[in-house]
């Protein structure tokens, strides 16, 4: 696991003159992949192409190869590092196993085995890449420097394509679709809401490179991540941003296993009750009305309807992973709903994970996400020795906590290689190597 350093460096890279090439190559492994997932190998996508945007079945062969590619190298990388034991580390968590053998049986019995096989597949390299990370250092500055840079480049690449190429980092009224979000930034992304959020995660990420590695540049990150969070104008991620950061770092120093659960869990079962409250319930419907200054949350109870109606008829095993609002089933659900929308997700990650593996699959994808990082924070926390191990814990539950959140609003959980989930994932697995390498407790 990594091992943690209390000095502070001058520069981010000062080190590497001597650093041996294993190191080297651990580092720049974390900076490509990082960035293919961050960018799905589509930076500034053109929403004014009818058949690209229309046909979400369309698969993206540069995404599909470069992630083989990086799951290839990663194996290749832990063996040659006499960590060949790690390559699938991931195959030897019961719930993970869980979670992918129950998704597999989806997939084959759904409406289009093909498909919901492939973006099964797309998702496990993920988990698998995302998972070998923090195995790729010696210690937590260079981890920590690698997504600094990563934050870097994609920040200044989203004020480039601000600057030179705004019909493709701006939403526009040329877009196919969603005109009325012209004016918004969506930077490398192909949405406002993917820039706010991952904006959101910079944030942590910059006060991360604050607290230990560079005060300067971690300010910078923080300050360039909130103009772009501000001019995306992502109404959920800005209104998560400072609650994930104060509760993520009161859950890194609360001792109680018992009030940490109530707290984490009590924030995310909160905005589910604000959320899908008002769908499930007239009466509460009513009443939010009355507290809140949008209870449609931008239109977004439509969307939960179709989800929700769909549920009803399929609710044990779902429709297969991730092809369900691609394949025209919505249709069909929003008329039984009565609601009229276009929608390629439930913009609700539990519905979604439900549409795609059911109430079963639900139940051990929140055990992996909810549960596991609990018992690894709660493992975690007795063993925090300094300032640079403390912040490292409060960032990764920043991003854990901010990404279950945000769940309730966006179809980030369990999303193939959804660059909000890999962020998410990249700190589940930090979270899980760190309590995995820790002594066993008499």
């Known amino acids: 696991m990594i091992e943690h350093s209390q000095t502070r460096r001058k520069s981010p890279l000062a080190n590497f003159a001597q650093a041996d090439a294993i190191v080297v190559l651990g580092f720049v492994l974390c900076v490509l992949a990082t960035l293919a997932f961050w960018t799905q190998m589509q930076p500034f996508r053109s929403l004014q192409d009818y058949s ?75 988990v698998q890449v995302a998972y070998a990370v923090p195995f790729l250092f010696r210690d937590a500055s260079r981890l920590i420097d690698a997504l600094g840079l ?16 705004p019909d493709l980092a701006i939403h526009a009224v040329r877009d196919v679709t969603e005109q009325t979000l012209a004016g918004n930034w969506r930077g490398i992304f192909g949405h406002k809401n993917d820039l706010s959020s991952m904006a959101a995660l910079f944030v942590f990420l910059g006060i991360l490179v604050a607290r230990t590695n560079s005060r300067v540049w971690g300010i910078a990150i923080v300050l360039a991540s909130v103009v772009l969070l501000i001019m995306s104008e992502g109404k959920t991620a800005t209104l998560l941003t400072i609650p994930a950061l104060f509760f993520g770092l009161l859950i890194v120093h609360m001792r109680s296993m018992v009030l940490t659960t109530l707290l984490a869990c009590g924030l995310i079962v909160t905005i589910v009750f604000f959320t899908l409250g008002g769908v499930l319930s007239a009466d509460l419907a009513t009443v939010f009305e009355g507290i809140l200054p949008d209870p449609s949350f931008t239109g977004r109870t439509d969307a939960w309807k179709i989800a929700l109606e769909a549920i009803g008829q399929s609710p044990l095993v779902g429709y297969g992973y991730v092809i369900f609002w691609d394949l025209g089933m919505a249709h069909n659900m929003a008329v039984a709903a009565s609601v009229i929308g276009n929608f390629d997700h439930a913009h609700n990650a539990f519905l979604d994970v439900i549409l795609s593996v059911g109430l079963i699959g639900l139940f051990f994808v929140l055990v992996w996400t909810v549960v596991l990082p609990l018992r690894h924070i709660h493992r975690i926390r007795p063993y925090i020795r300094n300032g640079t191990e403390s912040a490292l814990a409060g960032f990764l539950v920043n991003v854990w906590l901010f990404g279950m ?38």
């Open 52 to 126: 690209a945007v229309q046909d979400t079945t369309q698969s993206n062969e540069l995404r599909k190869y470069t992630t083989l590619i990086i799951s290839g190298l990663f194996m290749l990388f832990l063996w040659a590092d006499g960590n060949g034991r790690r390559i699938f580390d991931v195959a030897r968590s019961p719930v993970i196993v869980a979670v992918f053998g129950w998704a597999l049986l989806t997939c084959l019995i759904s409406a289009n085995p093909s498909l919901a096989l492939n973006r099964l597949v797309l998702a496990a390299i993920a």
């Open 150 to 165: 990563c934050a870097t480049i994609l920040i200044t690449a989203s004020y480039l394509g601000v600057l030179f190429l």
């Open 405 to 442: 959140m945000n769940a309730s609003l966006e179809a980030i959980l369990f999303n193939r290689s959804n660059p909000i989930w890999y962020t998410v994932l990249v700190a589940m697995g930090c979270l899980h190597a760190w309590a995995q390498s820790l002594p066993i407790k008499r």
